[in-house]
């Protein structure tokens, strides 16, 4: 049974990714994701017993998360505002030029962009391509969404394909 | 834009995951499975004291009264009984399952819940009504007329305040179950 000194490690190790994975299904909203996320690791030390080692305890982890977010009966938000938090820091040092103004700018539009065109996913597709951002193995994001490691190479090829065509396209 | 780019640009958002305490999420945890244990410990004595109250003194004297008390009792604890066995069934299937099953799962989950609310829920409430419509006749007599209007005016608003709850939650849960099927 995992004891609370490894509940510490696994939460300092996975958190963060987790985290992030529950912004791509909350749009970007950090509010949301953070309940999210707090919610499936008390979700984690409350059924700690359950975990019986069949998978590994990131794949446990991370199930848990997508099935929270994908609990979740709020309703979808219709317009996506990334929270200004979680953009690239705007912070330029002093001898910073304009050309990383824009560079910052650029980058701020790309990520609302790509919430909005992750946003557009359906929920296997976001679950897929969220985990795969995160770095993942392929092996885990297999295991965790519940489908045969060929069919997810396919798939991920597909998603990331039509994503970078919606980031640039807005469509 | 490349395939490289679009894991760049993820990875160049702020990491901002605010991270809480595990040992806050652990006490948060422990919280949450202490208020179930009690809920649970409530039920369980809700019942135990009616089936005693039924069987030992209710039998012996048995008259409208008793029956409107069961009634009202035994509708309001199988209708709360079903929601807790639905809720833990449906947390059971979250820590377990894969998303691709969980996302089936979560679909009958939600049809279930349809039959639940339009169905049993409406069977209960109506029970619940009648179990006080049986007991008003004994209250009108044993009350003044200012408590009687009191508990028929509070019974009568209760009724409404629970209903438009159980509706706002169907509309809720209406609302997903279209998301997912969509």
């Known amino acids: ?152 190479r396919t798939r991920l090829s597909r998603i990331r394909k039509s994503l970078l065509k919606c980031i640039k396209n807005g469509k | 834009m490349e395939n490289d780019q679009l894991t760049e640009l993820w990875e160049m958002q702020a990491n901002d995951s605010s991270n809480f305490n595990p040992k806050d999420i652990i006490t948060k945890a422990k919280k949450q499975r202490n208020s179930q244990y009690i809920s649970i410990t409530v039920m369980s004595l809700t019942v135990v004291v009616l089936f005693i109250y039924t069987f030992y003194y209710a039998f012996n004297h048995w008259n409208t009264f008793n029956l409107g008390l069961t009634l009202m009792i035994t509708s309001l604890t199988f209708r709360i009984i079903l929601e807790f066995y639905s809720l833990y069934r449906k947390e059971k299937q979250l820590i377990s399952m894969a998303q691709k099953s969980y996302f089936a799962y979560l679909k009958k989950y939600y049809k279930a819940r349809q039959i639940i609310n339009f169905a049993v829920t409406p069977i209960c409430i109506a029970v619940y009504i009648f179990g006080f419509y049986l007991l008003l006749p004994y209250f009108k007599d044993y009350f003044s007329k200012g408590f009687y209007t009191y508990i028929l005016i509070s019974g009568i608003f209760s009724l409404i305040g629970v209903s438009a709850i159980i509706i706002k939650s169907i509309i809720k849960e209406k609302r997903f179950l279209k998301q997912l099927l969509s």
């Open chain 1, 1 to 152: 049974m995992i004891t609370e000194q490894q509940f510490t490690n696994i939460y300092n190790l996975h958190a963060s990714k987790v985290h992030r994975l529950c912004l791509g299904y909350a749009s970007g909203d950090n509010e949301i994701a953070k309940e999210w996320c707090q919610e499936a690791f008390i979700k984690v030390w409350k059924y700690r017993k359950s975990f019986k080692g069949k998978s590994s305890i990131e794949t446990w982890i991370f199930r848990i998360a997508v099935n929270v977010c994908l609990g979740d009966l709020r309703k979808t938000k219709k317009n996506i505002t990334v929270n200004d938090g979680l953009l690239p820091n705007n912070n330029n040092d002093d001898d910073n030029d304009d050309d990383n103004d824009d560079d910052n700018d650029n980058n701020e539009s790309n990520i609302k962009k790509m919430y909005h065109c992750i946003d557009k996913l359906n929920e296997q597709n976001r679950a897929l391509i969220l985990l795969e951002l995160e770095n993942i193995p392929q092996t885990t994001i297999a295991e965790t969404v519940g489908i045969a490691h060929g069919t997810l």
